[in-house]
T-cell receptor, first 115, second 115 residues
Framework: DGGITQSPKYLFRKEGQNVTLSCEQN?????MYWYRQDPGQGLRLIYY???????QKGDIAEGYSVSREKKESFPLTVTSAQKNPTAFYLC??????????????FGPGTRLTVT | EDKVVQSPLSLVVHEGDTVTLNCSYE??????LLWYKQEKKAPTFLFML????IEKKSGRLSSILDKKELFSILNITATQTGDSAVYLC???????????????FGKGTRLSVIA
């Protein structure tokens, strides 16, 4: 089945530790995105990537890092510099269209709790 | 700064009622507006709107876009308890001449349908 997978579903970490969230897609999508969702908030963009080995900061990139070494994979590292890392993290992907509109497909999400 | 505002933030209705959810936006270089339904985890795609005045329908759900007044509405008729969810509105903003750009999300409307 084609889709986006995120692992793990739940993750617990101690403050001060870096943690990496996995996102894999087999939809052959060029673009991938990371969003963060807090209670009562919409999704806020952390990082996005349109092609392999290239990525751009979103609205709330501070304290996060990403890599895009393969088209299928876009891992997100939450570093100890992120002040409030506890949140629900969603990964998404989409095809690249020249001038047209598109939709993003979302993974199931990872709920990160840092204590 | 690009902005998407949804109203109301939450809504409680009885089964069988009709509801209208609102989404207004202020963005540069609008490309499309999307509606998503989020129940427990990942948002699922409902509609993509690019042209003004053309209603999109899917069963009991319908949506329309007004690009002059910069808003969209999502209607749900004959609501059922299974419609209970957070409904997210997102706008795609075109930054480059080609390629995709991330979505700007509103905070969502939490709809609760009670029997």
């Amino acid at each position: 089945d084609g889709g986006i997978t995120q692992s793990p579903k739940y993750l617990f970490r101690k403050e001060g530790q870096n943690v990496t969230l996995s996102c894999e897609q087999n939809l052959n999508h060029d673009a991938m995105y990371w969003y963060r969702q807090d209670p009562g908030q919409g999704l806020r963009l952390i990082y996005y990537s349109q092609i392999v080995n290239d990525f751009q900061k979103g609205d709330i990139a501070e304290g996060y890092s990403v890599s895009r070494e393969k088209k299928e994979s876009f891992p997100l590292t939450v570093t100890s510099a992120q002040k409030n890392p506890t949140a629900f993290y969603l990964c998404a992907s989409s095809i690249i269209l020249g001038q047209g509109a598109y939709e993003q497909y979302f993974g199931p999400g990872t709920r990160l709790t840092v204590t | 700064e690009d902005k998407v505002v949804q109203s109301p933030l939450s809504l409680v209705v009885h089964e069988g009622d009709t509801v209208t959810l609102n989404c207004s936006y202020e963005v540069t270089n609008f490309r499309s507006l999307l509606w998503y339904k989020q129940e427990k985890k990942a948002p699922t795609f409902l509609f993509m709107l690019t042209s003004s005045g053309i209603e999109k329908k899917s069963g009991r759900l319908s949506s329309i876009l007004d690009k002059k007044e910069l808003f969209s509405i999502l209607n749900i008729t004959a609501t059922q308890t299974g419609d209970s969810a957070v409904y997210l509105c997102a706008v795609e903003v075109s930054i480059w001449n080609s390629g995709n750009t991330p979505l700007v999300f509103g905070k969502g409307t939490r709809l609760s349908v009670i029997a």
